[in-house]
């Protein structure tokens, strides 16, 4: 035990050294693949009855709409087609696939230190989607997206410690070819960062032209598929219960090039699901199940993620609302789910339907992205940026959202209980004969970096301090971050011969640097 | 099962009659007293271990500082007063008092539509604190705070749905006197609202007077004590484990006078409390159990509050942080302790440290609104209004707090799964020979209001919408919502000849309307 002799002279001078030096992964407070799960929405009685009316969905009502390739594999794999179109699984074929299919995956950044590990209650977060708008934070404005927009987006999030992950968050609208806007997505998000990566494939024909771009970046083909840095996002389906034949098609062509895929079933409860949570759920699973017996279908065990992705609806108005309670419960609810299945999934979080990032933004991102975390879910995506329940994307918004969701990672880490953080023995120490408070003691000290988060923008000074600082606001503050990250160089810059020979190759669009 | 034709007659006339229609509790998507539970920060060997330090603590370590007539009742109950004058807790002293005391209170409204059951796992937010400062929202200044402010953000709270209990958020500051600056409290908070109310009694001395004013505004001390409307907060700690002498003294006299006590120990986690979060829930939670012991000695079975409230610090800074995600663990897991020992409790929630009602405010606002709610926690104290680490308040921001803990409140609310919300009928409807969307199926149309929670101020519009509706902002928004409730009259304002003899006995610092 510490005497209060040592706990005088601590002081100051512990504090600023401890400040001062580096911390190692162990010490710090979080960190990328932290373990949720204290939140469990669902009782296992509601995840079992979900599984079976998944289950009975699929038997009995099947999806329709598969390409001819895909009917091919899933009739192999035990799917059987009727007369009617629709591609029924029997409750086997489903639990088969369940079986070969990929329990861990690793989703790799181009930089290793990037790596990230799916499996059991391990939560990442990351950006997604697909705005087509910018937030203009000083004009109040939405304008259209553009490339460059999106390689800033990736360059603040290479920058953002709580941003895992960097799936494309907005399209290039400047860019009229849809072969060469997929072509400049990946270099755009490639140049900005190297953390992992995801995009969506337009076309299905554009698949042998966007692994090359993959495999010349990575260096080969083979360097490539031992670690792939990129995963295809594969929106399968289109809700309720048919297949999305054209993107099923790239997905064969993605997988066989050797990328991991994200079976993403995107509905909207109340239009093209069912308006209950539980209805929701059920269907998505339902469609995703579909989506693992195809993928394991045309190679078992590749690496795909579960993704349920249901999205709220304003009934009242029949406008998408993703900021809601009925959106977080949707997500996090899934979370349990992949978890049952013990499969690596993902589903959306941190989106807010508010136009700016503004109070408003921060109650509807933090709360997704909580009880998304809490829930345990491996992959949270949209978690930070994206405004207008999905249309706008903010960079401001970014770097705050960074905040939040290390506040939201300090409550998925949870509380740690044994002897010495029950500290009876402390309290005895400082009540009888000690100083009467534990400001100085060496536990406080000891523990003051790895149990707290502290975070960079959230102001916590006094109104008194505050006003003297000519009362700082988070939005300035932030774009003064953002300009920083963007007048300095990327880290993540592709080396100069790579680079020439991608501009020969492609018409990139981005401007030298 | 609704046919295809009365989904497609539905439609638009089906929603407005929805809406229009007033809506019974049970149709509510939200209301007080909701049980949340799901979200379990501590395990239940974490929760016994806690348990079992507490009574070490309070058996080993004791507490400072009793009042004689403290002292008095306690050894009387079996606790022993050492050399050092600290009380001792043998375990079986504690082990009586939580067999004697009350596990159900009602905590009442002057309205009785606004009593409140506190019990198991029910949630109810609302506001408290003592705020010394103003929130000026446009010139974005901190002001002294007044009686008329008070006053204020008591008439707002009555208007709004999701503040269940109006506890005294703010002080006085313009009255000198600390008794009239509590019955001028008193006055303010009760022509306010008829919600039920708290504050806090200044010194000792003032009880009798304090309850002479609530005998007169209930009609007589029978009536009040029938149905005490108001609770004492009681301070009756400076921790670490040690009694607050004259906060300890006024709750002799409250208790003896028939009003319910908020049994308050609030200290900080790092500085009045050891830094781990299990070590300051040991603390808070010992220091009331004392409490309990105390209050049940006196009067058994008398309405009690378990109060654990421990806030955080900036160990950076040593400044009181009560926006972190540490604050929310620290009250979620408090809402554990008190549903093991099967006591009513409350701890704080929805603290900003953030000095205007801005992004910050949002995401801090609601981790623990959401947290503390989700963790079944039957008192969310401070759960509104409340800035800058608890020294401002803002009416503006309480509000919008409306909002944010009516989306938490949906949260905690959770998911029904049964045969209906499953749907697997109805997605076979839809998709096999049904329309392939379910906007106008009547299962959609039924749920619209008992499931959704639509919020007033957060904006759902598409972006060009917004354009087109001039861009409107929240702050401004809440502050036109904030003017046309102050310029309506209050309806709790006390019937005319009650308020001239309060007038005629008090020096009222309100001026009559």
Redesign the interface.
Same mark, same amino acid.
């Given at each position: 035990m510490t005497r209060t002799s040592s706990r005088r002279s601590g002081g100051r001078n512990a504090?600023r050294e401890m400040?001062a030096a580096a911390l190692t992964e162990d010490q710090r407070a979080i960190f990328p693949g932290m373990s949720g799960g204290?939140?469990?929405?669902?009782?296992p009685?509601?995840i079992e009855?979900?599984h079976e009316?998944a289950l009975?969905?699929l038997e009995?009502?099947g999806l329709?709409d598969a390409p001819e390739s895909g009917v091919e594999y899933m009739v192999k794999a035990g799917a059987i087609l009727g007369d009617?179109g629709?591609l029924r699984y029997p409750r086997a074929v489903v639990e088969d696939a369940l079986e070969k299919c990929a329990k861990t995956i690793t989703l790799y950044g181009r930089d290793p230190k990037h790596d990230l590990q799916l499996s059991g209650n391990r939560v990442h977060f990351g950006t997604a989607g697909a705005a087509v708008?910018m937030v203009d934070v000083e004009g109040?404005?939405?304008r259209d997206s553009t490339l460059q927009d999106l390689h800033d987006a990736c360059k603040i999030a290479d920058q953002l410690e709580n941003i895992h992950f960097v799936q494309r968050p907005l399209v290039a609208r400047d860019i009229v070819d849809n072969l060469e806007m997929d072509l400049n997505t990946i270099y755009a998000c490639c140049s900005g960062t190297t953390k992992h990566i995801g995009t969506s494939v337009s076309e299905p024909q554009f698949v042998p032209e966007i692994l090359e771009l993959l495999y010349k970046i990575a260096g080969s083909e083979e360097a490539f598929r031992a670690r792939p840095f990129m995963a295809n996002t594969n929106c399968f389906v289109v809700p309720?219960?048919?297949f999305a034949t054209e993107s099923c098609e790239a997905m064969e062509g993605c997988i066989l090039g050797g990328m991991p895929v994200l079976l993403l079933s995107a509905c909207m409860s109340?239009?093209?699901?069912?308006?209950?949570?539980? *209805?929701a759920i059920?269907?998505s699973v339902a469609e995703c199940l579909a989506g693992l017996v195809y993928v394991n279908a045309i190679v078992p065990g590749h690496p795909a993620i579960f993704g349920t992705w249901p999205f709220g609806l304003?009934?009242?108005?029949?406008?998408m609302?993703s *900021?809601?309670?009925?959106q977080?419960?949707l997500s996090a609810?899934c979370a349990q789910m992949h978890q049952f299945y013990g499969l690596p999934g993902g589903a959306p979080g941190g989106m807010t339907?508010?136009?700016?990032?503004?109070?408003?933004?921060?109650?509807?991102?933090?709360?997704s992205n909580?009880?998304c975390g809490?829930a345990g879910m491996n992959m949270v995506y949209e978690a930070a940026g994206m405004h207008?329940?999905l249309? *706008?994307f903010c960079h401001e918004?970014l770097i705050?959202g960074d905040?939040?969701i290390?506040?939201?990672?300090?409550?998925l880490r949870?509380?740690?209980?044994?002897e010495?953080?029950?500290?009876?023995d402390?309290?005895?120490d400082?009540?009888?004969g000690g100083p009467?408070?534990?400001?100085g003691?060496g536990?406080?000290l000891s523990?003051?970096q790895k149990?707290?988060?502290?975070?960079t923008?959230?102001?916590?000074?006094?109104?008194k301090e505050?006003?003297e600082a000519g009362?700082d606001?988070?939005?300035p503050k932030a774009k003064a971050r953002k300009e920083e990250i963007l007048n300095a160089p990327s880290p993540a810059a592709f080396d100069p011969i790579l680079d020439a020979e991608l501009r020969e190759t492609y018409n990139i669009h981005l401007p030298s640097v």
């Amino acid at each position: 035990m510490t005497r209060t002799s040592s706990r005088r002279s601590g002081g100051r001078n512990a504090r600023r050294e401890m400040r001062a030096a580096a911390l190692t992964e162990d010490q710090r407070a979080i960190f990328p693949g932290m373990s949720g799960g204290t939140y469990k929405p669902l009782s296992p009685s509601d995840i079992e009855q979900i599984h079976e009316a998944a289950l009975k969905a699929l038997e009995e009502i099947g999806l329709a709409d598969a390409p001819e390739s895909g009917v091919e594999y899933m009739v192999k794999a035990g799917a059987i087609l009727g007369d009617d179109g629709r591609l029924r699984y029997p409750r086997a074929v489903v639990e088969d696939a369940l079986e070969k299919c990929a329990k861990t995956i690793t989703l790799y950044g181009r930089d290793p230190k990037h790596d990230l590990q799916l499996s059991g209650n391990r939560v990442h977060f990351g950006t997604a989607g697909a705005a087509v708008s910018m937030v203009d934070v000083e004009g109040k404005n939405y304008r259209d997206s553009t490339l460059q927009d999106l390689h800033d987006a990736c360059k603040i999030a290479d920058q953002l410690e709580n941003i895992h992950f960097v799936q494309r968050p907005l399209v290039a609208r400047d860019i009229v070819d849809n072969l060469e806007m997929d072509l400049n997505t990946i270099y755009a998000c490639c140049s900005g960062t190297t953390k992992h990566i995801g995009t969506s494939v337009s076309e299905p024909q554009f698949v042998p032209e966007i692994l090359e771009l993959l495999y010349k970046i990575a260096g080969s083909e083979e360097a490539f598929r031992a670690r792939p840095f990129m995963a295809n996002t594969n929106c399968f389906v289109v809700p309720p219960m048919k297949f999305a034949t054209e993107s099923c098609e790239a997905m064969e062509g993605c997988i066989l090039g050797g990328m991991p895929v994200l079976l993403l079933s995107a509905c909207m409860s109340g239009a093209t699901a069912p308006s209950t949570i539980a *209805g929701a759920i059920v269907q998505s699973v339902a469609e995703c199940l579909a989506g693992l017996v195809y993928v394991n279908a045309i190679v078992p065990g590749h690496p795909a993620i579960f993704g349920t992705w249901p999205f709220g609806l304003d009934l009242r108005t029949g406008a998408m609302t993703s *900021g809601s309670g009925e959106q977080a419960l949707l997500s996090a609810a899934c979370a349990q789910m992949h978890q049952f299945y013990g499969l690596p999934g993902g589903a959306p979080g941190g989106m807010t339907d508010s136009k700016l990032p503004d109070m408003q933004a921060g109650w509807e991102q933090m709360c997704s992205n909580l009880m998304c975390g809490l829930a345990g879910m491996n992959m949270v995506y949209e978690a930070a940026g994206m405004h207008a329940s999905l249309l *706008g994307f903010c960079h401001e918004s970014l770097i705050l959202g960074d905040d939040l969701i290390g506040q939201a990672m300090r409550c998925l880490r949870g509380i740690e209980v044994d002897e010495t953080t029950l500290a009876v023995d402390q309290i005895r120490d400082v009540c009888i004969g000690g100083p009467g408070h534990y400001l100085g003691t060496g536990e406080t000290l000891s523990r003051m970096q790895k149990d707290f988060v502290y975070p960079t923008f959230a102001s916590r000074t006094s109104p008194k301090e505050w006003d003297e600082a000519g009362k700082d606001e988070l939005v300035p503050k932030a774009k003064a971050r953002k300009e920083e990250i963007l007048n300095a160089p990327s880290p993540a810059a592709f080396d100069p011969i790579l680079d020439a020979e991608l501009r020969e190759t492609y018409n990139i669009h981005l401007p030298s640097v």
